[in-house]
């Protein structure tokens, strides 16, 4: 798949994506801490979620009761996403704002081509659409066994986590395969150290 531009706006959009356990919301905090130091104005969106229809979307997903079809799972990701991009984060990436989302598209690729119901390319081909032309300019792709993050995820699983250490190792691999496609520039990090030494490989990585 070429690389395409990331979108035709002044704002950065950055992403962190990885299997559950990995720390992102540790990391989104820091990252978005130190870039608010240095002058920069910040918006944080996690994905699904950020708005309205996308915090329902949200909470429909993880339900671990609630039974769907992977097709209808991946519309919802989809749907929501881009609720998100049209309401919030198109206008902030045209006034100049630097976004940092806690998942994008790569993910939705990933868990609902995991297991074969939905073949990634038509994902990531669905999944343009629904972007409505905006990729990230960069992704960062927490990397962690999947035995180490199940423990420490940890309480009780949502509906993605209770399928099991086999299908999160699966998904890892599938985070790692279909990163190049994720638009922009791509990186792998250990997210198997402390929290600080994670924060301190993010810092080295030129972002703008």
């Known amino acids: ?27 989104i905090e820091i990252l978005t ?16 979620g950020s708005t309205d229809l996308g ?3 949200r909470a429909m997903l993880l339900d671990s009761d609630l039974q769907m079809h992977r097709r209808t799972e991946a519309m919802l990701f989809m749907a929501s996403r881009c ?3 049209e309401s919030t984060l198109r206008s902030a990436l045209a006034d100049g704002v630097t976004v940092i989302s806690d998942r994008f598209l790569l993910a939705n690729v990933v ?19 629904a972007c409505g032309g905006i990729q990230p300019d960069v992704t960062l792709l927490l990397d962690l066994p999947a035995e180490i993050s ?17 299908y999160m190792a699966k998904v890892r691999q599938a985070f ?24 301190e ?8």
């Not at 199940?150 to 699983?157: D, T």
């Open 150 to 166: 199940m423990r420490r995820v940890g309480g009780e699983p949502d509906r993605m986590e209770s399928r099991g250490v086999d």
């Open 201 to 208: 490989a993010i810092a080295a990585i030129e972002l703008f």
């Open 55 to 57: 915090t329902k979307l």
């Open 176 to 199: 790692l395969d279909e990163l190049p496609n994720a638009g922009g520039r791509t990186h792998v990090i250990d997210a198997s150290g402390t929290i600080e030494r994670v924060a």
């Open 111 to 129: 868990y609902q081509s995991v297991g074969g119901e939905v073949d990634s390319q038509t994902l990531w081909r669905l999944g343009r659409l």
């Open 83 to 85: 609720e998100m991009i």
């Open 33 to 48: 801490e130190r870039l608010r130091s240095e002058g920069r104005e910040v918006l944080c969106v996690r994905d699904p």
């Open 1 to 27: 798949m070429t690389q395409e531009p990331s979108h035709p706006y002044p704002g950065r959009l950055i992403t962190l994506d990885g299997i559950d356990g990995v720390g992102k919301s540790s990391q």
